[in-house]
């Protein structure tokens, strides 16, 4: 494999490993908020994909097209969820100890992952692309990369530049910044720190289910999963930078392509030399890449 390889499939790899952390960069940025369930929503993301799909699958349209209906018509459904979740639940948590909110998604995740298992059993699933994930397109030098991950890639720079365009350009944007900034003086201009804080959340679970049912397109899912999707998310974010959206697909794309470095060295050793690459940059920069939202 040559390093123009490595490096294509490292960035490949990263653009999911952004999808993953996009969310919780978010929801750090505007209430300092650690979801610790983070990875386990991406998986009930995931699994509900592949719920909808077989109960939905008479009145989807044939072929490739209908694991992208199915989370289209997740994202409304996630958006939902994130805003009753962060009003009736997460609110509660909030303040200068992190340690209920800690706690509370702490639950969280474990019960996802139960519930998980007791509907679907530890069995890992995937979702059916008819040959999407296998299919690769030829690019110049002889490289090849598959679809799928390069639809991912775009995706996730597509939201990343959505989610900071957002954050730095619009009133809800605004609203998000101030709150964050100071949430009392915030509050005695007339904004509802409780209700932004619930848009934010919603606003957050939209990538976190385009996480979870690509996840499921490119490789199977099961409900043990979540942490380990988790320590992708939170060493993509720490690496980037806590609260800046283009530091988290910096990180992110660092984070793939360290990977596949690791496993060109060692098969066995992938993995882990991406966590030694986290710990080492946090040692030389413990800020991260970007540490503060770019406007």
């Given at each position: ?77 996630s958006?939902?969820?994130?805003y ?30 139960n ?11 995937s ?29 996730a ?51 976190i ?41 910096a ?7 360290t ?37």
């Amino acid at each position: 494999m040559s390093l123009l390889e490595i490096l294509l499939q490292g960035l490949l790899l990263g653009g999911l490993y952004a999808l993953f952390a996009l969310g919780q960069s978010l929801l750090f940025g505007v209430m300092r908020l650690t979801n610790t369930a983070q990875g386990d929503f991406i998986v009930l993301a995931a699994f509900a994909a592949i719920a909808g799909l077989a109960a939905l699958g008479p009145l989807l349209p044939a072929g490739r097209a209908a694991p992208f209906v199915v989370g289209a018509l997740l994202l409304p459904i996630s958006f939902g969820f994130g805003y009753a979740l962060q009003r009736w639940v997460l609110n509660g948590t909030l303040g200068r100890d992190p340690l209920p909110s800690l706690v509370v998604t702490f639950g969280l995740s474990i019960v996802i992952q139960n519930l998980l298992l007791e509907v679907f059993s530890a069995d890992p699933r995937s979702i059916e692309t008819e040959g999407l994930n296998t299919a690769s397109v030829a690019l110049p030098g002889g490289l090849a990369a598959g679809v799928l991950p390069v639809g991912i890639f775009a995706v996730a720079v597509a939201a990343t530049a959505v989610l900071q365009w957002l954050f730095a350009r619009t009133a809800v944007g605004r609203s998000f910044r101030a709150v964050s900034d100071d949430k009392e003086i915030a509050e005695l201009m007339g904004l509802d720190a409780r209700k932004v804080y619930a848009l934010a959340t919603a606003i957050a679970f939209v990538p976190i289910a385009v996480a979870g049912v690509l996840q499921a397109m490119r490789t199977t899912v099961s409900p043990a999963d979540g942490p380990v999707l988790l320590l992708f998310a939170f060493e993509a974010v720490i690496m980037g930078g806590m609260g800046s959206f283009w530091g988290t697909l910096a990180g992110a794309l660092l984070l793939g392509v360290t990977q596949q470095i690791g496993f060109r060295l060692d098969p066995g050793w992938g993995i882990w030399f991406g966590h030694i690459v986290f710990l080492a940059l946090l040692v030389v920069r413990p800020q991260g890449l970007f540490p503060k939202t770019r406007s």
